[in-house]
């Protein structure tokens, strides 16, 4: 084997693995921009991964250069061979690159496609899964993620801007731009170290065991040369374990010492030379992943308490208060919305909400959400006339063509759990208590995978700005993300949860319907089509200021916690089809077990609503609502007649003590709430990247449905020329009538050139219905993919397109032999010169095998 081949394979080693099998693990983030941006994202984020993963981190990527250095060393009849080939293709595969890149670039500005509306709106549409605890834990992008926000949140660059001595300053940045340099280049050069080594290492075997023998000489230079890089790689190594103990095992942070830890391999260690030698930097690094990591110190029972100062104003000092609401809505167009709360305000709080990682919080709220798009994009259209016009206008930028851009799709960002804590401190005085919160609460939900994306103490904003100077510890904010399974984590909810809360009818109910599936997306028929739950903590302390303003800032101090729960869920059109409607509670609630109410357990409420027009109206939202409502209080019920004493649409009833069935009370409305429409889509692979993609829309309901108007042109418009539809059929379909149980199908054949998900929105549908015109969404969001071209095209692709950027190489850009294009014939050129050479070179090794080994000496 000769050089030429050791290049041209090892690079397509490294082609092939990183476009098939490591750009995989760059799914989320394709799902959402490959439409837009094109196959050849795929190929830039799995190079770099390559360049930019640390070997010495990944096993995967470790491998991959290794398998490349031995194909290096079986290509090589020397060192200096090795250096050359293994330096080859090192560049070429960073100049790939950055033609990967350039091409991406030069795509989206100069191709009329991606500058316009419908980019713009193809960014915007986030799939579900992309969201962005996901896309954060990308490899390569936690890395990037972890070092490049501890620099700001440890106080480097607030540190530099505060610096008065120019000379100190100057200094400090170049510093400062030193260490990111090293940051950079720590993957790229650990890599091309495996791959010497390990090409080095074949190499001498190679000749050692089937090569021509060597003087002794020469073997003891190659032993040296082996026994110093296995050096240099042993200590890259252990660099790297000590470094990135923490990145590996625990959460990703953004304090002080994460800039120490993120420089790993053999950033690391050219830092620790380039400082007061290795051992001037060993000790604060291993303090640092030890106070970090814990250990025991991170359970509450053996944590000590932060140093907290003192709140500076007077706080609110009431009794115990405790309760629960639950609020039922039925919403013009036939959506459902259930909302439940619940409430515990104590100086003693129980559970783990008494534990000092808690209760020395300011405040702390836990998120779950399943599917919360539709939910959200539901609460916009039921605040909008859905007999007046197409779409949803919130949240919508019109008025550039028919266009749109619909920002509703980056609520898909929202990761399914996030947990928010906050301390009034410094972040080294309040990471145990931040860490204990955490593991305690992820327990509690069953949480496996987890970690924390952000720390911050708002010092780091206020010194920024030589205005407002830092006095204090600041307050430190935690953000905690990660992946659950919605039916699990709510369960355990109910189970872990609600008892520390609260105990009245109200928290019977939740439980009831979580434990049932009605408040779990997918659980059973009946179950909400999202939902979202809030659960936390707020002590009275971090709302000083504002009761300050209060009638009760003359109070005593007295330190309290405000446990709270709450619960949003949605079912998308549970109720449907003609007016006149009588809904009791059961219905509403899905639940007809008695509820005990009592008027000195705490307060309970209960509403049961419907729209009596067309939308809700949440400037004003009694007004377009029949709403009745049932405390157990008559002090409190008394306020509540007061606070819709302007709406006739109100009723409020004070309940007695004992039991309290839901089937007694209703609410009637009636609204024409829209036909019982529903939609499927098929898709199809008819060929390479086209698809046919096939939509049934069905009559479910008793009634007929006539002058049916189905657009399309949302989902056509959002991916703009990343799309192409067969011209044959128009984006807005005329059906003439369905009557009950009949359905109508028609067909689009579309092919994409570019990969990951392709959302297809519900369809705008407007028709007549029960004497009523109705402009409604029908269906769900649904989606098919793009599939990558091979990885030839894509590299060959993007090489032809930076040329033809070139203007004197922009007749290269358009020269074909046949099928091929310049880059395909000189890479077909190469691999002939190289298959040539490989032949007289074995031809040459068959001849010398022949000769005597007296022969073969003289003629080497």
């Known amino acids: 084997m000769g050089k030429l081949t050791g290049v041209l394979a090892g690079s397509a080693i490294l082609l092939i693995f990183s476009y098939y099998v490591l750009s995989d693990s760059f799914t989320p983030l394709i799902n959402w921009f490959g439409p837009i941006l094109g196959y050849r994202l795929n190929l830039l984020l799995g190079l770099l991964w390559l360049e930019q993963g640390t070997p010495l981190q990944y096993a995967s990527i470790f491998v991959i250069w290794a398998v490349v250095g031995i194909v290096v060393g079986f290509s090589s009849k020397r060192i200096r061979s090795v250096f050359t080939t293994a330096t080859t293709v090192w560049l070429a595969l960073g100049i790939i690159s950055a033609l990967s890149l350039a091409a991406i670039a030069l795509d989206f500005i100069t191709n009329s496609r991606t500058l316009s509306l419908s980019s713009v709106a193809g960014l915007v549409t986030v799939p579900p899964g992309s969201n962005i605890y996901a896309i954060l834990h990308e490899p390569v992008i936690v890395r990037y993620y972890s070092y490049f926000l501890s620099l700001f949140t440890s106080g480097t660059f607030s540190s530099l801007a505060s610096t008065s001595s120019k000379a100190l300053a100057t200094q400090r940045y170049e510093r400062v731009i030193e260490n990111i340099i090293l940051f950079l280049i720590a993957g790229p050069l650990e890599a091309y170290i495996i791959m010497v080594a390990t090409g080095i290492a074949v190499l001498f075997l190679k000749n050692r065991f089937i090569g021509p023998k060597k003087e002794k000489k020469v073997k003891r230079k190659e032993d040296k040369v082996i026994a110093t890089l296995l050096i240099i790689l042993l200590l890259a190594s252990s660099s790297s374990i000590i470094a990135n103990e923490k990145v590996n095992g625990g959460p990703l942070s953004a304090d002080a010492s994460t800039s120490i830890q993120e420089m790993n391999g053999v950033s690391n260690i050219l830092s620790h030379f380039y400082s007061s030698g290795i051992g001037g930097e060993v000790g604060p690094i291993l303090a640092a992943v030890e106070r970090d990591l814990g250990g025991d110190n991170a359970h509450p029972s053996a944590m000590q308490p932060p140093s907290i100062a003192p709140p500076s104003s007077p706080q609110l000092s009431i009794g115990n208060l405790s309760g629960g609401a639950g609020i039922s809505v039925v919403s013009g167009n036939g959506n459902l919305f259930n909302v439940y709360g619940l409430l515990n305000y104590s100086s003693a709080p129980s559970g783990s909400f008494s534990l000092p990682a808690f209760s020395n919080s300011e405040f702390s ?496």
């Open 365 to 860: 709220i836990a998120i779950l959400q399943s599917n919360i798009y539709q939910m959200v994009e539901s609460v916009v259209s039921s605040s909008t006339s859905s007999r007046s016009q197409l779409g949803n206008p919130l949240l919508n930028v019109t008025g550039l063509g028919n266009n749109s851009i619909n920002y509703l799709g980056l609520i898909n960002l929202l990761p399914n759990f996030l947990y928010i804590v906050a301390y009034n401190g410094s972040l080294s005085s309040t990471r145990n208590y931040a860490s204990a919160a955490s593991s305690y609460l992820a327990s509690e939900l069953g949480i496996t995978v987890w970690s924390q994306l952000i720390s911050i103490n708002t010092n780091s904003f206020s010194s920024l700005s030589s205005s407002h100077a830092a006095t204090g510890p600041g307050l430190s904010l935690y953000l905690y993300s990660g992946y659950v399974i919605f039916h699990n984590s709510a369960v355990k909810f109910s189970n872990n949860i609600l008892g520390q809360i609260s105990n009245n009818a109200n928290e019977n109910l939740l439980k009831e319907s979580i434990n049932s599936g009605y408040l779990i997306p997918g659980a059973n028929n009946k179950s909400a089509t999202s939902s979202l739950i809030l659960e936390g903590q707020i002590n009275s302390r971090a709302i000083s200021g504002l009761l300050n303003s209060t009638s009760y800032k003359n109070y005593s101090s007295l330190s309290r916690t405000g446990v709270f729960a709450l619960d949003l869920s949605f079912w998308n059109h549970r109720f449907l089809s003609g007016g006149s409607h009588n809904i009791n509670g059961a219905q509403l609630f899905n639940y007809n077990g008695p509820l005990n109410v009592s008027q000195t357990g705490g307060f309970s409420v209960f509403g049961f609503g419907a729209s009596s027009s067309p939308s809700l109206n949440f400037t004003s939202p009694f007004s377009g609502l029949k709403l009745n409502i049932f405390i157990n209080n008559e002090s409190l019920a008394s306020t509540f007649r007061k606070t819709g004493n302007n709406s006739s649409n109100i009723s409020v009833t004070a309940i007695p003590s004992g039991s309290f069935y839901l089937n007694q009370y209703s609410a009637t409305t009636d609204t024409i709430f829209p036909a019982n429409l529903t939609e499927s889509v098929q898709e199809r692979a008819v060929g390479g990247n086209t698809f046919n993609l096939k939509f049934t829309f069905w009559n479910n309901d008793t009634q007929p449905v006539t002058g049916i108007n189905v657009s399309l042109e949302q989902f056509f418009s959002t991916y703009g020329g990343t799309l192409k539809v067969d011209n044959n059929f128009p984006a807005i379909v005329l059906i003439s009538s369905l009557g009950p149980g009949q359905h109508y199908s028609f067909s689009y054949e579309v092919t994409v050139f570019g990969t990951g998900n392709y959302i297809i929105p519900p369809a705008q549908v407007s028709y007549q219905y029960d004497g009523q015109t109705f402009n409604s969404q029908v269906g769900a969001s649904e989606s098919f993919s793009g599939q990558a071209p091979s990885v030839a095209y894509a590299v060959t692709s993007s090489i032809v397109s930076v040329i033809g950027f070139l203007k004197p190489l922009k007749p290269l850009a358009s020269f074909h032999l046949g099928a091929l294009n310049i880059v395909e014939l000189v890479i077909l050129l190469l691999i002939v010169l190289d298959v040539y050479i490989e032949y007289r070179a074995f031809k040459k090794w068959r001849e010398a095998k022949k000769l005597p080994v007296v022969q073969q000496e003289i003629k080497q």
